[in-house]
């Protein structure tokens, strides 16, 4: 067993249906439809994780927190599950000792991911015989269910492979499991998993879906899209700068999944061209990946706030000062990425280590030499602003403002408008240069 979870919930159905999805996965589950009852039974034998509603018929979920903890003198971490989903509600979630809060309607995938986060950081997962474990097998399918093909990645930390899912008829899927060693190490694990739950929390098509997540004998995993195409870096290095107009149609497709992780309170932290694939190599389908080093902006104490995480040429000014990340923080991250395909280099390419951070963090941000329009220039002038508060306030802000920069392109490509070049705040007539397409 993966672990024990013991799950209250005065709602016959929801109670079934976590019980059943927990089950599936490999828990031990102790399901509870009233506060007495799990109170009594919960004092004798407390779980390695407790999942709570708010509001039951004869009590307050939150108030078993304590009682758990107080009867087994263990900090049983606790998940919230509620329906209320004000920043009252929340606070009082957390006040309580609860370690997460889970608002319904939820996805199962963000479930099992919040599950495996805090049975990790409570050293719940056995990984005694993880370095003795290749990839686990049963009636041979790894994990039980995936037919591997071959090794199309690998890190410091995991291997990431080609696979068959059998139990979706064979798709194929991406399937990325933790190295054994990697395995024993707690901030390795931590990482690993935390990249597992920003993924099982959004939905969005650019974003890149995860289909399921586990760990078997020590070994975690999940499964993920196979998204088929190239990242924007191959992109660039194979056919040089982007125009104008391919860039802004990247952008358009980055904001929205921006905006959905906004909305579900995460950071991706990392956002580059490596980590942009072009599905089926069209610009008009970027789709995020890799969260290895996303976060919630609530997040209480998987990450430490004093590392500086990142991709040193794509970290916001913000974040190099020792400040806190926001949702500003990965537009910045967003406006070099763009620059770089308009560029096909990364700012201040003679630069390396501590001065390429000091220069960032001192700005500004040169617009690219090449021909842009001007409102086109003034979108991504307001992304690589070094400082926040000058930037868009929100993905969707500055989704606006690209698809206006998008709409005035193609009316300037219809009008015969030449487009120009920014230095210093001036503006130069430039070469005509193709906008077909815009709009």
């Known amino acids: 067993m993966l672990g024990r979870i013991a799950v209250v919930d005065d709602d016959e159905g929801v109670l079934t249906y976590l019980t059943m999805l927990l089950e599936d996965r490999g828990y031990e589950v102790a399901p509870f439809s009233s506060a007495v009852e799990a109170v009594r039974a919960l004092s004798e034998r407390a779980p390695d994780l407790l999942i709570v509603d708010v509001r039951l018929g004869d009590g307050c979920g939150l108030d078993i927190i304590g009682q758990v903890r107080n009867d087994s003198g263990r900090r049983v971490p606790a998940i919230v599950l509620s329906g209320m989903k004000e920043e009252r509600d929340f606070v009082r979630g957390f006040a309580a000792g609860a370690v997460d809060y889970l608002a319904k309607p939820f996805q199962k995938e963000e479930l099992l991911a919040r599950c495996a986060v805090h049975l990790a950081r409570s050293s719940a997962f056995d990984v005694s015989d993880a370095a003795e474990v ?4 049963r009636d041979g399918l790894a994990f039980g269910r995936y037919k591997v093909e071959r090794e199309i990645g690998r890190g410091g930390y995991g291997r990431v492979y080609l696979a068959r899912d059998m139990q979706r008829n064979g798709a194929r899927v991406a399937l990325k499991v933790l190295a054994a060693l990697a395995g024993e190490q707690e901030e390795a694990r931590l990482r690993f998993i935390r990249e597992t739950y920003a993924l099982a929390s959004v939905r969005h098509p650019n974003i890149v879906p995860i289909h399921d997540v586990g760990c078997v004998q020590g070994r975690l995993y999940y499964a993920m899209e196979h998204v088929v195409g190239e990242t924007l870096a191959r992109r660039v290095a194979r056919e040089g700068r982007l125009s104008e107009l391919d860039v802004a149609r990247i952008a358009r497709g980055l904001l929205p999944a921006l905006a959905a992780l906004d909305d579900a309170g995460i950071l991706h932290r990392d956002l580059k061209p490596e980590n ?18 996303a976060r919630r902006q609530i997040d209480r104490g998987i990450t430490n706030d004093k590392v500086l995480v990142g991709t040193i040429g794509y970290l916001p000014p913000e974040i190099i000062r020792g400040g806190n990340p926001d949702r500003r923080s990965d537009l910045f991250s967003l406006g070099l990425t763009l620059r770089s395909a308009l560029c096909g280099e990364e700012i201040f390419p003679a630069l390396q280590g501590i001065e390429l951070l000091q220069e960032i963090a001192r700005g500004p941000i040169p617009l690219p030499p090449v021909p842009l329009s001007e409102d086109f220039a003034r979108f991504l002038e307001s992304l690589c602003d070094v400082e926040p508060s ?6 969707r802000a500055a989704l606006a403002a690209v698809e206006a920069a998008i709409h005035k392109a193609g009316e300037d490509a219809r009008s015969g408008k030449v487009p120009t070049i920014r230095r210093d705040g001036k503006t130069e007539v430039a070469r005509v240069v193709s906008v077909r397409d815009a709009g």
């Open 134 to 137: 290749d990839l686990p097998e």
């Open 276 to 293: 942009v694939m072009l599905r089926d190599g069209s610009i008009d389908d970027p789709v995020l990946i890799d969260f290895g080093l």
């Open 390 to 395: 000058r930037r868009p306030p929100s993905p």
